[in-house]
Each structure stands twice: as C-alpha cells, then as structure tokens.
C-alpha cells in the first residue's frame, strides 16, 4: 500500500563504499542477504549489557537506556551508532466535552447564551443547513477537559522541563524539542527561526499564568490550590510508558501539574496496553487526556511531506480520534489544506513549498495538540566484529540497509544474533493495509521485502531501489494528455475501465519493474504483473468501495490523497513495465517518480485472503486491518490468523468463484493452473513455517513464536533475487562543520554598533553547501535571518550594514547561529557563536586612537605649512607661490575639520549612556 510518510527517490549523490565478498572467478555469485541467519531475541533493556558481554548478541536492534550505554562503554570491542532517531512528545486529548445542537444559525455569543455557558466555554462550531453544532470544553453537570481549550495546550510547552529531560534524565542522549522537526532534519534550516521563537523556556509560574487565565474565563476556580469545577476536582488521566525514560519524563511533568493544582491520575503501562487505549478508543470517551508518546524514525527526508501532516494535521490519520468514523476527531481544515498541498505538491516552486511548511509549522505550535519534549540521539550497541553498517542519519542502527548487509567477520555459520525490546508484541500486526504502526514489526518486516524505492541514508532524498524509472513532466504549469489505452480501477463496477477521452495529467512515470517480474515469490511462485495490477486495484476498492471504506476509515484518509492524483495506469506486461499518470509535480523529478510508484510486498491470493477474513467475514472473524476496540488486528503471523488463512486458502483450489473476483483486480492475468499453483505453494510455506507471511526480500521468515517472543529469518538465496551482499553498504557519512569565524570591524572580532561588521565563515564538508545565519540579541528575540554570501565551496561572509549594527547595544553578547546544509549530506550542521559588541570604553579608546591620529596629523600639516611659509620669496610672491599656499591652507582646513568631527563624536559616545540610563 502507499505509504504517504515513507522516503523517496534521485540517483545516489554520494560514492557509497561497498563491502564485495573474497570470491574467485571460478564462484558463482551469491545473492540475498551477507549473513545466512537472524536469531531474532528479545531482550529487556536492562539485560542488554550482559546479553553483549556474554556475546548472546552479537547487535542490539533498540536503543539503549544511558545506564545501559556507560555500562557497555568499559567492554573493549563494542561499538555504538548514534542517530538521532527517536522522538518523545506529549500528547493531550483536545476532545469537548458535550455536544449541543441548536435549531438555526448561531455564533459563539449566541450559542452561549443559548446554552448558558461562558463563550470561551465553546471550542468549536459546525453547521448544516438547519443546525448549529456547539462544541463545548466546559458545561456545568458534565464537566471540564482543560485541553480542549487551546491556551492551555500551548501552556504546557511552558511546563515541560526539556533541558532537564535532556542532560539529567537521558543524560545527554537527546537535545531538547521544541516542535515536530529537530535541528537534525533537513527542514530544520527552511523554519529555523521559528523554532528559534518558539524555544520554550521551562517556566511553571508562566504556565500557570496563561492557564489560569483560560481555565478562569470558562468557570473553573482555584481552592487551597486545586483547581475545581462545578464543585469537583479537575482530573487529568496520564497514562505513562513505563519501559524507557517516559517514565521519568512522564512523573516529572505530572509532579509539576499537581502542583499547579490538578488531580492527576498516573496511570502507568507497557506498550500494548497503552496503545489499546489511546489509538483504539474514541477520545470523547476521556480514557486518557495526556500520554507519553514515542516515535522512531524510518529514515532521512530531504524534502518533507509526511511528517508535517502526521504531527500536526487530521486528515492523515495520527491526530486524536485517529480518522475513525465512529469516533469523535480533532479538526482543524486550515492545517488539513496546508499540508495536503505539501503532500501532493500543490505549488509551483521550491520557494511556495517552503512558505507552506512554514505556515504549516506556525499552525501546529499554536494549535499544540503535541508538545514535544526531546529527540533522542538513540544509542545502538554492536560488536566490532559485526561488519557491514551503514550510519543511518535517520534511522540509525535501525535503517533498512543494515541487517540486509550485516555479518560476523570469520563466523563459520553467518549467523547474526540480533537483540530487540520486543520481537513480537499483541499490538505488532504483520499486514500491509493496517498493520506495522510499531517499531518492533516494522524493523524486522524491512528485511523481509524490497522497497520499490527509499531514501539515501545520507542525503534524504529519494533512490531507485528495486526499480528504475523515467519521468516526463508538464508541471507546474502543463498538462499532458492521458491515452484511451491508459485504465482506472472502477470500484463500484469491480473490473479495470479505460479512462475517458480528454483525461490529462501533469506528469508520467514509466517505471521498469523487471527487478520484481520474474523473480520469486519466498515460497518460490514467480511474481508476476498480476501481483501488482491486482495489489493496485485492491488499494482502490478499499478506499472507493462503498462498503469496504467504511470498514477502515482510518486506511481510506491515508491513502485517498495519493489516488485522487492518479489519472492512468498503463502495464506492459511483456516488457515488465509500468506507467503512471499522475496529476503531481515536483522540483525534484525523483519525488514525482516516488510518489507514482507502488511496492508489491505480499503475494495476491495473501491479500484475497485477508480481505476475505478481515472484511468480509468480519461479523464472523471479529478481525479488522487496523486496530480498533473490541476487534482483534490482522495478522499473517499470530498463530489463530494463520490458521484461518490456512483453511481459508485450502477453500480456494479450483474455486472458480474466487479465481473470478481476483482476476477481476488482476484484469484477467491468472488461469486456474497457475492459481492452484499459487495457492498450493501457499499452504507448503505455512505448512513448513506456521506462518503466512511471505514476500519478496533478502530474508524469509522462518519462524516467530509468540509465546517465547523469539523468532529466525533465513536468508532468500534463489538466482532470481537480484541483489547480492554489499549492494546496499554506504559506510559513513561525512558530515558538514564549521571550521573557524573571524570578525572584520573597526575593533578586530566584536561589532561595533552603527559600523560596518563581516563575518567570514569557513565550513567543511562535501560541496555543495550553503550556509544560513541568525543573529539573536540576549532574550532571544531574532534580529536577522538570512542566507550568506558564497565566496568558494568553502567560505562564506556575513555583512552586516551599519543600519543592522546601529540597532545593537554596547557591550553586549549576541549569539550568531549558523547552519551549514549540504546536498549530499543533509542533517544540517548548527553551530552558535557568541558575538560581543564593543563597549563605550572600547569605542572611546577607539576614537581616542583616531583622534591622535588626527591631532598628529594636523602638526604635520601645520609643520609643513609652515616650511611653505618661509620659503615664500623675499620679493613679491609669483600667483603660483599664491596658488601653493592656498592648496597648504585648504589641506589643513580638512584636517581641522575633521579633528573636530571626532571630538564632537567622542563627546556624543561619551554622553550617549548617561542619556540611556535614565
């Protein structure tokens, strides 16, 4: 399925170093993975210092606790890779607590006193064409959710005490967080000065401040310091992780709500359990109203989409109420509008897209239906002896190119024992529609199937990587038009349709799938073009198909987006060749090849069978594709599912009726022979492995117990795999740096204010780069931000014109941010100079200097007009003795002059801060 928050793709920007196997020419290249085996093993983070020492891991897949990382660093031969990958937010429950509906039309006031509650009381208002719906985050006799009114949101950021959750909690493993991007994403550089004004300070007494005054206006009061409404305490239900450091953050920020008043609710849970209350229960049912969210990054995105929206705005589907139909759902039509522009590229150029990210971003820290404490710079532990890394900027240790290419140097078996939190949780669904919502499925599900495409580990943007492609582009402005011979998937007729006469398109993509076509399956079927053709038409059933969108609200708001853009599908099937029409356009030609392209991870009978289970017969199953309450989520791994999909399969040889409603998504493509085929092939593989999951990638899946939470995958070896060990190791990165700063003034390193000052910047790194600067007075406040000026690859200045520096006041310490970008490493380099004004001591001394000079200067002049004045000729002086004369007087003039501009000007500096301090 298309996945709106994954990576996307250009041709490799840096040389990648590639480990190539010791061969002979004799020997036959092997294919699939470096190692033969994983021994997938869960391991508690607090175990993990003994698991490496006792060599039961050879690699640790979660990031490590700081107690555990000192613990490790006196072992000699253990290795860690940090990345900052992981992200930890509080998430506040923004949902009203009453619903009124008025007959007619009424605004705030209005409604109000309809009701009879205090305006502020109101959170929202919708109509229809009889009806007024009132949204309400106070009424008497129901009760109040103090994050439903906005103010109190953003007061928490006021609350949280990030320096403290960085350098005393996590010891120094993570930097503070003040929005949905850090100062380690490629963004960070296009909305760095609003991150700037929005770096909270860790100030209760202000946060009181601003929530009093909220709280107060709706009714709420304060006694002996609790805050009551109607009479009752003002509960807040916190539920904590209780695994990592949340729960240090968790009771840190809770401490300081009990103390503004509140009757918080600590309410302490492991993974799956807090994960069946927040995501799968309706928000207005106030099970929770705080939790300690969690995210580990996939990767590095040069050019954000996804994460704007999935932090910050609804309509993807992670903000409260989660897009499921039946639950009441945050709202906010502005963010929606902005970031689905950014999404589906709705501008014209680089500079459009940058202003809509940055309004987007504005929006979401006013809104703060999140505030966000931290990124982790998440620690990972190996063995020097496990070769084949690659330093994921994004991911880390947990990047999709690193099992695939990790092995023990010297190990007879290639076996790869590999640690994790978890190998298997009740919330770890193994299905593509719905599933994989946890880092636990997802990072062992990367190793088991081929992207079509991702990102660079280095520079963010988008890569080839089981497909090649050409783009061909009309955009911004053009269209092209779509051929007859091109087909859309009709959802209501069930079969593939030619699209209408006159259909245009911004652009095209033809995508070779000949790396995917041909090769097998895991369970040694070939993939064929039915896979994909009938994978897509699936996708559209789902969304478009009365019925079936309903069932899965939440996967109908991911993925519609994406195939409202979708003009034509064009399959070659005998040159194994795709084509996309696609009303998209980027800046960067690889995104749109990105955002046409599908990856085919599972088999299509698989996905017959799950829709079979998951939708069908759903009243009988009691399965869904995505987590909801009182259902059980679709797995191809839990024991219960796979024995349904076994029976469900075995149902299907020489079942016509089945053959005919998958062909009717594979456009007609499968006989019955080959379906027997397939689904013989099927129940050998579940047979053999009591598992369903098959796919195409370098390991199969070979075992997963659930009960013991341990499980192997086998490396995939068969010729028709086409990559082998090596293809996808990049090494290290070489990361961009400031090297040295020199300030060129009247006083050499420090500006003096109403002078000219320049900044020379010398950076290092690999070309191109560039070099953004903010100059920042003593409270924060930004007087500049600007790009600077390029000299070479490597140097850059900064002017600042006399009308910036006059601005500027004696003897003070600004602080002069720089970040240096590059495009082919993207995590910006953030270096932050402090920068001294000269004091009015140093400019006196300076114009005392100049007006010696000057003094010194003038005996000379004098000196000199003197020598010309005895040597006039004792007889009458000639007009040109007169005319030398003159000049002498008038070159003294200027001096006098000027000797007496200097006095005034030293006069003035001397009187200036007798006048500033009163």
């Known amino acids: 399925m298309k996945k709106l928050i994954l990576a996307l793709l250009i041709p490799l920007l840096v040389l990648s170093i590639i480990y190539v196997p010791i061969t002979t020419q004799a020997q036959e290249v092997v294919k699939g993975p470096a190692s033969d085996k994983i021994i997938m093993k869960r391991v508690p983070i607090e175990q993990v210092p003994s698991a490496i020492a006792n060599k039961e891991i050879d690699l640790y897949m979660y990031s490590l606790r700081p107690a555990q990382a000192e613990q490790l660093k006196e072992i000699e031969g253990v290795v860690f890779y940090q990345a900052p990958a992981g992200l930890i937010d509080i998430i506040m429950n ?60 953003f007061a928490m950021n006021y609350l949280i005490d990030r320096e403290t959750a960085a350098y005393t909690i996590l010891k120094g493993y993570a930097v503070p967080m003040y929005t949905f991007l850090s100062q380690f994403d490629p963004d960070y550089s296009v909305i760095a000065d609003i991150i700037a004004q929005n770096e909270f300070r860790y100030d209760p007494a202000y946060a009181d401040q601003l929530i009093t005054q909220a709280l107060q206006k709706v009714g709420a009061t304060k006694s002996g310091g609790k805050w009551l409404y109607g009479g009752q305490p003002i509960s807040l239900k916190f539920i904590i992780r209780i695994e990592d450091e949340r729960y240090d953050i968790g009771n840190m920020i809770a401490t300081d709500l009990d103390m503004l008043g509140f009757d918080v609710q600590r309410i302490y849970m492991r993974f799956a359990d807090a994960i069946a209350i927040l995501y799968g229960t309706d928000p207005a049912e106030f099970q929770w109203h705080m939790y300690t969210e969690g995210w580990g990054k996939g990767g590095i995105d040069k050019y954000d989409s996804g994460t704007i929206a999935q932090y910050c705005a609804p309509w993807l589907g992670y903000m409260p109420g989660w897009q499921e139909l039946t639950f009441w759902n945050y709202e906010h039509p502005e963010l929606d509008d902005i970031t689905l522009k950014i ?23 006013e809104e703060s239906v999140r505030a966000w404490v931290v990124t982790r ?22 990047g999709i190119w690193n099992l695939r290419e990790a092995y023990v140097e010297g190990r007879e078996d290639k076996t790869l024992n590999v640690g994790h939190l978890w190998v298997w949780t009740s919330t770890s669904e193994w299905n593509v529609w719905g599933g994989f919502t946890d880092v636990y499925s997802v990072d062992w599900e990367r190793v088991t199937y081929d992207p079509s495409m991702w990102t660079h580990p280095f520079n963010g943007l988008p890569i080839p990587f089981r497909v090649s492609y050409v783009v061909l582009t009309a955009g911004p402005d053009g269209n092209m038009t779509v051929p007859t011979t091109a087909k859309i998937f009709n959802a209501t007729t069930d079969r593939w349709e030619n699209v209408p006469e006159g259909t245009t398109a911004v652009s095209k993509v033809v995508f070779d799938l000949s790396k995917y076509i041909g090769a097998k399956w895991h369970n040694g079927r070939e993939i064929t073009m039915a896979d994909v053709i009938g994978y897509i038409a699936m996708i559209y059933d789902l969304v478009y198909d009365e019925y079936y969108s309903t069932l899965e609200s939440r996967i109908v708001s991911n993925n519609k987006p994406w195939l409202d853009t979708i003009k034509g599908w064009e399959f070659d099937v005998q040159n194994k060749r795709m084509t996309v029409y696609v009303d998209y356009w980027h800046f960067d030609e690889n995104y749109i090849a990105y955002w046409a392209t599908v990856t085919p991870i599972n088999p299509i009978e698989i996905h017959i069978a799950t829709f079979e289970l998951a939708l069908d017969r759903r009243n009988e199953t009691n399965l869904v594709l995505y987590r909801r309450s009182g259902y059980q989520t679709f797995s191809l791994v839990y024991p219960d599912h796979v024995n349904l999909v076994k029976n469900t399969l075995a149902t299907y040889t020489d079942n016509a009726t ?151 006041e004696y003897g003070t310490r600004y602080t002069l941010q720089l970040i240096v970008t590059s495009d082919v490493v993207a995590t910006p380099e953030i270096a932050k100079i402090p920068v001294d004004t000269a004091t009015y001591a140093e400019v006196l001394n300076l114009q005392q200097e100049a007006f010696q000079r000057a003094i010194s200067e003038l005996r000379s002049e004098i000196h000199a007009l003197s020598n010309k004045v005895d040597a006039l000729p004792k007889n009458p002086a000639t007009p040109d003795d007169v005319s030398a004369l003159k000049s002498a007087i008038d070159s003294l003039s200027t001096v006098v002059y000027a000797t007496l501009g200097l006095v005034v000007v030293t006069l003035v500096l001397s009187i200036i801060p007798l006048i500033r301090k009163k």
């Open 94 to 153: 923004p949902a009203p607590v009453a619903v009124e509906v008025l007959s007619g039309k009424y605004d705030a006031i209005g409604a109000a006193a309809r009701i009879g509650v205090p305006k502020d009381a109101i959170v929202g208002l919708k109509y229809n064409e009889t009806h007024t719906f009132v949204y309400l985050g106070a009424k008497p006799g129901v009760g109040i959710n103090p994050f439903a009114f906005r103010d109190v949101r």
């Open 377 to 398: 710079l998440d620690t990972w532990v190996a063995w020097d002896y496990v070769k084949g890394l690659t330093k994921d900027l994004g991911a880390g240790l947990r």
């Open 343 to 365: 999404s589906q590229a709705q501008y014209k150029s680089k500079e459009e897209r940058n202003e809509l990210y940055r309004n987007g971003t504005r929006l979401c820290i």
């Open 658 to 808: 089945v053959l005919e409603k998958a062909n009717k998504y594979a456009d007609g493509l499968l006989t019955m022979t080959e379906w027997n085929q397939r689904i013989q092939a099927d129940l050998d593989w579940i047979n053999t492995y009591n598992l369903a999951w098959i796919s195409n990638g370098p390991f199969m899946l070979t075992k997963m117990d659930t009960v013991a939470n341990e499980g192997e995958m086998t490396a995939f070896r068969d010729p028709t795999y086409p990559f082998k060990p090596g293809d996808w190791y990049f090494g290290s990165p070489t990361p961009s740096a400031v090297k040295s700063v020199t300030i060129t003034s009247d006083i050499p390193n420090k500006i003096v204010p109403g002078r000219q000052a320049v900044v020379s910047v010398e950076v290092s790194g690999i070309p191109p780069l560039y070099l953004k600067y903010m100059l920042r007075d003593p409270s924060g406040q930004i007087l500049v931000f600007a790009d600077a000026q390029k000299i070479d690859d490597f140097h850059f200045t900064i002017t600042m014109d006399p009308e910036l520096t006059a601005g500027l």
